[in-house]
C-alpha cells in the first residue's frame, strides 16, 4: 500500500520556536510538494522539490524552508514560528513527469502556534 | 488573477443524487482533478478531465466544458461515508496547480 507519512499529526509550538515538519514517501517519487490548508481557502503551495538536493519556492515561501537530502525524505522547516503559521500542513508526491498525474498526500500535521 | 470557484457547502440525502459545480479562470489550462477530504484525513483523488465530456467512475463522474471554464463532479446514490469536502484544482499553462477552496458535502439520512 502506497504511502505518504507525515511525522507528526498534531503539534503545538510557541512563537519564536523552530519547527521541523518531516515527509517520507515510498514511492520512489521524485516531486515532493508542501502546502498549508486553511479554512475557506484553497491549498497554497509553500515549496516543492523536483528531485534530491531540489528546491523550488511556491506561492507563499516567507516564514519557511525546506530540505530534501534523501529522496524519500521532504522536510518543511519554520525557523522562528509565529501564530500566522497556525494551519494544517499537507505534504504530497508525484512522480517525475506525470504533471498532469494524481498528487498523493500525508494525513496532515496540524500545527498550532501559541 | 487565477481563480477557482465552488460552493462552500451543500446538503444532500442519503440515496440521492448531488452535483457539486467548479467554475475556473485560469492562465491556461492543462486538466482538472477532482479530490476528495473527509475531515482529518489526507485527500485522495478522485478524478482528470482534460477533454471536453463526461467520465463515468462507479458512482460518481466529472464533467468538463472547456470554453466555459466549469466543470461538475456528479454523486449518485449517495451514501453517508461521502459525507466529506470535495477539492477542484486546475493545472495550468505551467503546470502548476491552482485549488479552489473545496465543497463541504453534508449527507443526511
Known amino acids: 500500500d502506497v504511502k505518504v507519512t507525515q511525522s507528526s499529526r498534531y503539534l503545538v509550538k510557541r512563537t519564536g520556536e523552530k519547527v521541523f515538519l518531516e515527509c517520507v514517501q515510498d514511492m520512489d517519487h521524485e516531486n515532493m510538494f508542501w502546502y498549508r490548508q486553511d479554512p475557506g481557502l484553497g491549498l497554497r503551495l509553500i515549496y516543492f522539490s523536483y528531485d534530491v538536493k531540489m528546491k523550488e519556492k511556491g506561492d507563499i515561501p516567507e516564514g519557511y524552508s525546506v530540505s530534501r537530502e534523501k529522496k524519500e525524505r521532504f522536510s518543511l522547516i519554520l525557523e522562528s514560528a509565529s501564530t500566522n503559521q497556525t494551519s494544517m500542513y499537507l505534504c504530497a508526491s508525484r512522480k517525475q513527469g506525470w504533471e498532469t498525474g494524481e498528487l498523493f498526500f500525508g494525513e496532515g500535521s496540524r500545527l498550532t502556534v501559541l | 488573477g487565477q481563480n477557482i470557484d465552488q460552493p462552500t457547502e451543500m446538503t444532500a440525502t442519503e440515496g440521492a443524487i448531488v452535483q457539486i459545480n467548479c467554475t475556473y479562470q485560469?492562465?491556461?489550462?492543462?486538466?482538472l482533478f477532482w479530490y476528495q477530504q473527509h475531515a482529518g484525513e489526507a485527500p485522495t483523488f478522485l478524478s482528470y478531465?482534460?477533454l471536453d465530456g463526461l467520465e463515468e467512475k462507479g458512482r460518481f463522474s466529472s464533467f468538463l466544458s472547456r470554453s466555459k471554464g466549469y466543470s461538475y463532479l456528479l454523486l449518485k446514490e449517495l451514501q453517508m461515508k461521502d459525507s466529506a469536502s470535495y477539492l477542484c484544482?486546475?493545472?495550468?499553462?505551467?503546470?502548476?496547480?491552482?485549488w479552489g477552496a473545496g465543497t463541504k458535502l453534508i449527507i443526511k439520512p
Open positions: 478531465n482534460v
Open positions: 485560469t492562465s491556461g489550462f492543462n486538466g
Open positions: 484544482a486546475v493545472t495550468d499553462s505551467n503546470y502548476q496547480l491552482i
